[in-house]
């Protein structure tokens, strides 16, 4: 199972939003919306941010957000705030009843 | 409180087996599905393998065949025995409760513990 696809970078001042995107395909992503994402910051363990393509647990701002097309997820952060510059995760269950990540997105607040 | 708190971790040389323990407080480990995460330094997650509440379990490809996860009931903590490990297992290891149904998401993460396969 190959990782989803991330990209390597974003960035993004403080106030403004930034997507990150998340490429599967039709045996995972676009299969089912099971699709999750993972905040991490440096040196701890990751956290919950959106589960089953668009919902936040009790505790995460609002101001992340998720969505779906087809085979690729998307990850809204709006109103950047110096606190989400941080590494960035998206995963799915898969057809095997597998989970496979995404390669991994960092973001920068400039 | 609830948490995980993994412990086992250490520095094993190609070829040789460790366990790794992640003990849970503050919920009942069998009443959740159970991962094992892992990451290689400067790497991304990599996901290791499932056991569901029922005692069904699921591993990826690159550990299928030498890894095992299993849980303890009566200790409340999950298990994860590594046989035949390679260099490219080294990596830190997360314990995580999955939640939200059958969503395979996972909202609680341990601290991790280090795996250095090396000779």
């Known amino acids: 199972q190959s990782a989803l696809t991330q990209p390597a970078s974003v960035s993004g001042s403080p106030g403004q939003s930034i997507t990150i995107s998340c490429t599967g395909t039709?045996?995972?992503?676009?299969?089912?919306?099971?699709v999750s994402w993972y905040q991490q910051h440096p040196g701890k363990a990751p956290k919950l941010m959106i589960y089953?393509?668009?919902n936040r647990p009790s505790g995460v701002s609002n101001r992340f957000s998720g969505s779906k097309s087809g085979n690729t997820a998307s990850l809204t952060i709006s109103g950047l705030q110096a606190e989400d510059e941080a590494d960035y995760y998206c995963?799915?269950?898969?057809?095997?009843?597998?989970?496979?990540f995404g390669t991994g997105t960092k973001v920068t607040v400039l | 409180e609830v948490q995980l708190v993994e412990t086992g971790g250490g520095l094993i040389q190609p070829g040789g087996s460790l366990r790794l323990s992640c003990a849970a407080s503050?919920?009942?480990?069998?009443?959740?599905?159970m991962s094992w995460v892992r990451q290689a330094p400067g790497k991304g997650l990599e996901w290791v393998s499932v056991?569901?509440?029922?005692?069904?379990?699921y591993y990826a490809d690159s550990v299928k065949g030498r890894f095992t996860i299993s849980r303890d009931n009566s200790k409340n903590t999950l298990y994860l025995q590594m046989n035949s490990l390679r260099a490219e297992d080294t990596a830190v290891y997360y314990c995580?409760?999955?939640?939200?149904?059958?969503?395979?998401?996972?909202?609680?993460w341990g601290q991790g513990t280090m795996v250095t396969v090396s000779s």
């Open positions: 995963s799915s269950y898969t057809s095997s009843s597998t989970l496979v």
């Open positions: 039709s045996s995972d992503v676009g299969g089912y919306n099971y």
């Open positions: 995580a409760r999955g939640s939200y149904g059958t969503s395979w998401a996972f909202d609680i």
């Open positions: 503050g919920f009942t480990v069998s009443s959740n599905y």
């Open positions: 056991i569901y509440s029922g005692g069904s379990t």
């Open positions: 089953d393509v668009s």
